[in-house]
Every structure is written in C-alpha cells, then in structure tokens.
C-alpha cells in the first residue's frame, strides 16, 4: 500500500514540475527512482539562490558610478538643447527626447543600487517592482529608436544637400521640426502602452521580495515572445544605424578627396571618422546585450535548466545590462561628436560662465564685464 502511494505521488510531482517532458520517457508502469527525482526538483528555478556577496556589492557600485556620470553629461545636454541652443530642427527635437528618456533611466538606477546593497531583498512591493524595472527597458529602447532616427536624419539631410547642390531642392517634411515631435510623441505613446501592459501581466511566480533577476516564462510566456520583438527592432534599428553612417562617410570622404580644394574638405573626413566613433560605442554598449539576449530567452521558457546554468546566464545577463545603462553616460558625448554647432556653443556656454565666475572672485566681473560688451553694442547705437 504505501508502496502504490509513494508511486502516486511521485508521478503527479514529475507531472507538477516539469509538465513538458515527452511521455514516452516516462513509463507508467515504472515511476522514476529518487535520485531520477531529486534532480528533477532541484533542477525548478525556484528552488535556486542566485545571489552572490561579492557579485551584487560590485554592481551597487559600477551602477552608483553610472548614476552619477550619467545625471551630470545628461543634465547638462538638456540645459544646452532647451536653453542655450535654441534652433527649431529636428536633430535638436531627437536630442532633447534622447537625454529625457536617458535620465528617466538613471532615475531608475537608485532601485537597483539599494536592492543590492540591501542583500538583492525588494522591499516596495511587487508593483514598484514591475514599475521600476520596465522603466528601466523602456527608456533604453526608446534611447535606441531615437539614435536609429538620428541616424537616419542626418543622411537624408546630407542628401537633400546634395540635391541643394544641383539645384533639384526638394522640401523633406519629416525631417521638419513639427514632425520629429509627432514621431517622439507617437514614441513614447506606444512606450507607455507596452510598459502599462507589461506591469499589468502576471509572472509566473509573484515574489515580493526578488527584482532585476532571471524570471521564468513557462506560464507568462507573451512576455517572452515580446521581449523577441524587442530583440528583432534592435537589430532593424542597428542595421539601419549601420547602413545610414557608413553612406554618410562614404560620401564625405569621397567629397574631401574629390575636391580637395574646397574650404571644408578637411572637416568633412573628420566628420566621417566620428560617424564610425558613434557607431562603435552604440555597437559597444547595446551589441552585446541584444546578441546574448535570445540564449536569455530560451533559457526562461526552459523548465529543466541547472542551478548552475541559471546562475551564469543570471550574471552574464547582469553585465551586458550594465554596459547598454553605460551607453546613457555615453550618449552625452554623442550628443556634442553629432552636432559641431551645439558642441561650439555649449563649450561657449560654459567657458562663460566659468570666466564670470572667475572674475567674481577678484571682484573685477563689473569691469572685464564693460570691455567685453561694450564694444559689440556701442558702434550700433553711435552710428
């Protein structure tokens, strides 16, 4: 008798735990020995600790530095498109959603610097959880739609130059102001769709007190399948990026070498070779993330994965997810290698200030102040 329930009961365990198993594997008639058993239960990703000391005490301090570069270059850019550099471009408009949507992810940073420095123990509820972390996804895909349209941008602008060039000028509405508003916004409402759709779908085991790790997707598997479009738009967007800045510096390299004799022959190569700096460091930062992402994947609809196994794709995840939050400190930089006239004028911006300040130590301000201006406005009002 106890033998024939011990049967039972190990029959609806296998069938419990690892409902995918082909049934010609497992023969009614002769249940799976206990050590058959044992590895079955231990190989269930709930019964696996993820956590490492060492591990998550490093990525609470690489992410506090990411916070705090981050929070200066993209504050700053901000200060520069919206109050020093005022064109009405659509460059201009890419730039300002781009350093908003890389400071609503750093916002997110602090999250996760606490919840590993508190042990990888989430204590603000499964909500804030969900919140958080699609934030986090949120902000970054829309960082690399927005540099895929940068890109994209540039070129047809450098070819509505061309056309300039031999008279054939023809108007490009969607690269106009208006419209690169209407791109953003209908961006971000798409964003705040798939973010407000991704808090409210359950996951498979609701833990309040585990974020930012490996999840399983045996029963919320539309998160899964929506993180491979995710994937797939990335390498639409890299494609399109790579294309678009190798055209750009192909034709002002063969600009510069055709006609040297033009007055910006030299700029144009120079421009050239920082198209491929721009397209390295965006390779740098999100390659790397989005190649290692489907085995992420895979391994989350698997049901049979090691502890082991699960712990190293937990880490490797860990770290190519700290080099694409890497990329909002960079992008700042991209921002001023982009646009030479708003590198010109956010370095006059600050050498300004930093000169006004400067005098206002000596207490001359009032008099360098005097002979710097006035010559620019008396000769106007004399004459």
């Not at 005022?86 to 890389?102: E, G």
Request: proline content about 3%.
């Amino acid at each position: 008798m106890n033998s024939s329930a011990s049967s039972s009961f190990s029959s609806i365990l296998v069938n419990t735990v690892i409902p995918h198993i082909s049934v010609f594997s497992l023969s009614a008639t002769s249940p799976p020995t206990s050590p058959i058993l044992i590895s079955l239960v231990t190989s269930n990703p709930v019964m696996c600790s993820l956590d490492g000391a060492a591990f998550r005490l490093l990525l609470a301090v690489l992410y506090s530095l990411l916070f705090l570069l981050g929070l200066v270059g993209n504050l700053f850019a901000l200060w520069v498109f919206l109050f020093v550099h005022t064109s009405r471009n659509s460059m201009r408009v890419y730039l300002i959603n781009c350093a908003a949507a890389d400071l609503l992810l750093l916002g997110c940073l602090p999250f996760r610097i606490f919840y590993h420095i508190n042990g990888n123990n989430w204590v603000l509820g499964l909500v804030a959880c969900k919140l958080v972390g699609n934030l986090f996804y949120m902000n970054m895909y829309i960082s690399i739609m927005l540099l895929g349209l940068i890109s994209l941008n540039r070129y047809l602008r450098l070819k509505e130059k061309g056309r300039v060039r031999r008279g054939l000028r023809k108007r490009l509405w969607w690269c106009s102001w208006l419209w690169s508003w209407v791109v953003c916004g209908a961006l971000w409402g798409l964003s705040l769709v798939a973010l407000v759709s991704m808090i409210a779908t359950a996951e498979d085991k609701e833990d309040n007190h585990k974020c930012f790790q490996f999840k399983q997707r045996r029963l919320a598997r539309g998160k899964a399948y929506f993180n491979v479009v995710l994937v797939g738009s990335f390498w639409l967007v890299f494609l399109m990026l790579m294309v678009s800045y190798a055209k750009i510096a192909f034709q002002l390299i063969q600009v510069s070498r055709d006609k040297p004799e033009l007055p910006n022959a030299q700029r144009y190569e120079r421009t050239a070779k920082k198209s491929f700096v721009v397209f390295f460091l965006f390779t740098l930062c999100f390659g790397p993330y989005h190649t290692f992402r489907p085995i992420y994947i895979l391994t989350q609809l698997n049901a049979t994965a090691s502890c082991d196994y699960l712990r190293v794709v937990d880490n490797i995840n860990e770290v190519v997810l700290l080099l694409s939050a890497f990329n909002s400190c960079l992008d700042p930089v991209m921002y001023f290698v982009l646009s030479g006239s708003m590198r010109k004028t956010a370095l006059r911006a600050l050498k300004n200030r930093l000169f006004f300040q400067n005098e206002a130590t000596t207490n001359s301000s009032t008099t360098e102040f005097q002979r710097s201006s006035v010559p620019l406005a008396l000769p106007r009002t004399v004459d």
